[in-house]
């Protein structure tokens, strides 16, 4: 398979070309600074440098063609303002969403957030990163030219990985680690049976692809 990340510098990213990369996928990852290149290509992912920022619908479909999915794994990161929240959480979530439409990629899994819901009222930077991610992810269910599944992990940790996993609709609150995280898409990825699901996830008892094909058996 040839699946295209964006967001490729990012810590669950750069876990998930590495585990793709093993498993004898070809991998691509969209990152916005040159420099970042090197990380990528140890990570055995080809680095595309674009701006998903100022980039055209058009633009980003070109990097799309001939892919078998798409993984939206970018983020406007903690440290960021309310304005980047909605020009990189959402606006960018949406073109990449439109442009694997405008490329013919079917497979699309993003990563979202737990809490995310466009209608989420508040006016601090969380309570508009909230909003944003839920208004992409609304966004993406309406384009039915999509095999999509939404991925909301709960509170991200740097912590080993453990391969055992909740994965459900409705979890609840609790940690994940991003090891665990990356797992999950490499294995959504190849089930398109998990396709218009929206899928919350955090640590818990069963591994990775026990969990992937309960869901997407129900």
Do not use: C
């Not at 398979?1 to 490729?8: E, F, S």
């Not at 004898?24 to 990380?39: L, P, T």
């Not at 442009?99 to 989420?120: F, L, T």
């Amino acid at each position: 398979m040839r699946i295209v990340i964006a967001g490729g510098h990012g810590q669950i990213a750069l876990r998930l070309e590495r585990l793709l990369a093993a498993r004898g996928d070809e991998v691509a990852g969209i990152i916005r600074k040159s420099e970042q290149g090197n990380d990528l290509r140890e990570a055995g992912a080809e680095p595309v440098l674009l701006d998903l920022e100022s980039a055209s619908v058009e633009e980003v479909a070109a990097h799309l063609q001939g892919a078998d999915a798409a993984v939206f794994a970018a983020g406007a990161g903690p440290g960021s303002g309310a304005t980047r929240k909605d020009t990189v959480d959402r606006d960018a979530a949406i073109l990449f969403a439109d442009a694997a439409v405008r490329a013919g990629v079917r497979r699309y899994v993003i990563v979202s957030s737990m809490g995310a819901n466009s209608k989420h009222e508040g006016r601090e930077v969380f309570d508009v990163y909230l909003r944003a991610k839920g208004e992409a992810d609304d966004h993406v269910r309406g384009l039915d030219a999509l095999d999509w599944t939404i991925l909301r992990p709960g509170m991200l940790t740097n912590d080993a990985g453990t391969g055992l996993i909740r994965l459900e609709a409705h979890t609840g609150r609790g940690p994940i680690p991003r090891d665990d995280v990356a797992a999950v898409l490499a294995e959504l990825v190849d089930t398109p049976a998990t396709a218009g699901l929206t899928l919350e996830l955090i640590s818990g008892p069963a591994p990775v692809s026990v969990a992937v094909k309960s869901v997407a058996g129900n």
